[in-house]
């Protein structure tokens, strides 16, 4: 009798857990998902190497949170429209189109360059605290009165594009470490450069929960990693030989910081 019931209870064991593989197998094959990719450079992977031909000046790298995602997850289709310098009204002009009542995941990276983030970073550089701090508040300014509407621009013109689509809108890296002993810029600079990115990035969760999307925060995935800080450096410091990479993730900082983040917020 112990016999048979050790046998029935294997032979019920072995049921269950074919039922669990069976009902396992899907969610390991490849998500229908039809993935467009938006954004500036943060999105494009600026500062991330191993850039695509095919992307130009726009620099759309193989190891930008995108691709690391279509990489990973293979979505049923992929595109990066993402591209280097790209504000929210060049999103509108020559992105959204890229989109369609078939897109089924969105993501997008915009607003920075809105409010001059490249041109407050060389202010901050080449001149001292004084203007430094006027060039950050005078984005501030800028960013309360104008970067709500030219988000929600952005936003209403996705759900028109793409009405079945989940939308993620990713945000900014805070670039420093405070507290720390740090070679450059003063601390006052530094302090000031970290209250204007964490102002962007509050707009952007603001008009993005407004519209229904959900909003990708990568600040605390930075922590530790950031210019000044002890750990290893997931945001290249001012680069005098390519200015162009200066402030933003390296490849390190797409796959450790935007990518995983990213990730969550998609599935």
């Given at each position: 009798m112990r016999r048979t019931r050790f046998v029935t209870l294997a032979l019920s064991l072995a049921t269950a857990l074919g039922a669990?593989?069976?009902?396992?197998?899907?969610?390991?094959?490849?998500?229908?998902?039809?993935?467009?990719a938006l954004g500036d450079s943060y999105a494009s992977g600026v500062g991330a190497g191993s850039y695509t031909s095919e992307s130009g000046?726009?620099?759309?790298?193989?190891?930008a949170y995108p691709a690391l995602y279509a990489a990973n997850?293979?979505?049923?289709?992929?595109?990066?429209?993402?591209?280097?310098?790209?504000?929210?009204?060049?999103?509108?002009?020559?992105?959204?189109?890229a989109l369609s009542s078939t897109t089924t995941l969105v993501s997008v990276t915009v607003g920075g360059n809105d409010v001059g983030f490249a041109n407050i970073m060389t202010t901050c550089v080449l001149k001292g605290t004084t203007e430094c701090v006027a060039a950050v508040q005078a984005a501030e300014d800028k960013a309360r009165a104008q970067l709500p509407g030219l988000l929600r621009n952005v936003?209403?013109?996705?759900?028109t594009r793409a009405?079945?689509?989940?939308?993620?809108?990713?945000?900014?890296?805070?670039?420093?470490?405070?507290?720390?002993?740090c070679v450059g810029l003063s601390a006052t600079s530094r302090a000031k450069i970290n209250e204007g990115i964490n102002l962007v990035d509050d707009i952007t969760r603001s008009a993005a929960t407004s519209a229904g999307f959900t909003f990708a925060d990568v600040r605390s995935a930075f922590v530790g990693h950031q210019l000044c800080s002890y750990?290893?450096?997931?945001?290249?410091?001012?680069?005098?030989?390519?200015?162009g990479v200066s402030y933003h993730p390296t490849a390190a900082g797409q796959s450790g910081g935007y990518y995983p983040v990213f990730r969550n917020a998609a599935d």
């Open positions: 669990s593989f069976a009902l396992a197998g899907p969610a390991q094959a490849a998500p229908a998902d039809r993935y467009v000046s726009c620099q759309r790298s193989t190891n997850v293979k979505p049923a289709s992929y595109r990066s429209v993402a591209c280097s310098g790209a504000t929210t009204t060049s999103v509108i002009n020559t992105q959204l189109s936003y209403n013109g996705i759900k009405p079945n689509a989940r939308v993620v809108v990713v945000g900014y890296p805070v670039f420093y470490q405070l507290g720390t002993v750990g290893e450096k997931w945001l290249h410091a001012l680069n005098y030989v390519n200015l």
